[in-house]
């Protein structure tokens, strides 16, 4: 698994181009980019900050895509960038690059991709794209470091063919190639999901092996659903973070609720989430950071709330413009940050409450 995942992309793309007239290429891409007013306030360093004024690319990207169908087999390779269409730059292959086979007994790919933990936020995730209205953070503590919303590398996994609505998706991560079985950080990811009509619901599990410390696992469940009435679309998850840290445990739960209420050509959306306190057998204080400096605390007052308010407008297929407002409200002992882009200054520590106001357009192509 020493190869990178550019160069296999690369050798997978080359050997479907052998086959001629039978593969098929597409480059594909999203622009995210939006102005920004944020604010931080709740502490006397987070009021002597006050704000900034910013432009930001939210998870945008650019990606090469290959398949080639053989007697019912496909063969298939993505490779994806990262792209700030902010400020220029980013990493080739930095987001979802794998190469797969295909067919009725459903789909393998190996490579760098989303976990099917990670996917189940797509049932709650109201709004267009990320930035900092996600909420990323406060729901699994970010996709690094600790955090179950991972983008994994050195992966292998399997999604099932639909039965009658159901589906499974399994997917097994090396974290790290560097060290002997015993240290390695190993990843598990599972979900269930079921599909009839207008109702989508999705339960998953993910477990992490030597993240934290080594010898100790951590694991999370996660339970979403979204319902479209037509008039109104709703959606709910609920979540439990667990750790097993060398000083004890460390547990937090999480919920959600999200509607839209589509208006002419376009919708206005909110979304709620409120995390719990942390608790366990660990320390009074004691830490588990995740993404972006997010950490949660063990003890009383280290629950938060996270609200969402916004308006998208389809200019036409695969365009938007938006409007969002969002602000987390930490308790004293909490400190979580917006999902994508969050504002990592040293005034937003424990019970900071950063917030802001956002205008920008999604362009997918």
């Known amino acids: 698994m020493r190869t990178s995942l550019t160069t296999l992309a690369l050798a997978a793309c080359a050997l479907l181009a052998s086959h001629g007239a039978h593969a098929q290429f597409t480059l594909y891409g999203r622009a995210n980019v939006d102005f920004e007013k944020t604010r931080l306030g709740g502490t006397p360093a987070a009021d002597a900050f006050g704000g900034n004024q910013r432009v930001s690319s939210n998870s945008s990207r650019f990606g090469l895509r290959a398949a080639t169908e053989i007697e019912g087999i496909k063969v298939f390779a ?3 960038s990262g792209v700030s269409w902010d400020a220029g730059g980013d990493t080739l292959a930095g987001r979802d690059t794998f190469v797969g086979l295909e067919g009725v ?4 790919r190996l490579g760098k991709m989303d976990t099917p933990m990670k996917d189940l936020g797509g049932l709650t995730d109201r709004f267009k794209g990320t930035g900092i209205q996600d909420d990323g953070s406060i729901a699994v503590l970010g996709g690094s470091n600790n955090g179950f919303g991972r ?3 050195n992966s292998l996994r399997y999604d099932s063919p639909d039965f009658a609505g159901f589906g499974a998706a399994l997917q097994y991560g090396l974290d790290n190639e560097d060290k002997g079985s015993g240290e390695q950080k190993k ?4 979900s269930l999901t079921w599909r009839i009509a207008r109702l989508k619901a999705m339960a998953a599990w993910e477990q992490h092996r030597n993240f934290n410390a080594t010898g100790f696992k951590d694991d999370a469940w996660r339970l979403g659903a979204n319902y479209d009435f037509g008039f109104l679309n709703i959606g709910a998850g609920f979540n439990k973070l667990n750790y097993e840290l060398p000083v004890g445990t460390a547990s937090r ?3 959600t609720v999200t509607a839209a209420v589509p208006v002419g050509k376009g919708a206005f959306s909110l979304r709620y989430g409120q995390a719990g306190d942390v608790s366990g057998s660990a320390p009074a204080g004691t830490t588990v950071v995740g993404a972006d400096a997010a950490a949660l605390f063990v003890g009383a007052e280290s629950g938060a709330r996270q ?3 916004g308006y ?3 200019l036409f297929k695969g365009a938007q413009a938006y409007v969002y407002w969002t602000k987390i409200s930490n308790d004293t002992n909490a400190n979580y940050r917006f999902g994508v882009n969050p504002l990592n200054v040293a005034a937003a520590g424990a019970g900071a409450d950063p917030s802001g106001f956002v205008i920008g357009m999604l362009y997918d192509f």
Not at 105 to 108: H, L, N, R, S
Not at 187 to 190: G, I, Q, R
């Open 78 to 80: 993505q490779l994806e």
């Open 105 to 108: 007994f459903g789909k393998f």
């Open 151 to 153: 983008r994994q590398s």
């Open 187 to 190: 990843l598990v990811s599972l």
């Open 253 to 255: 739960k999480y919920a």
């Open 307 to 309: 609200m969402t308010f």
């Open 312 to 314: 998208e407008h389809n």
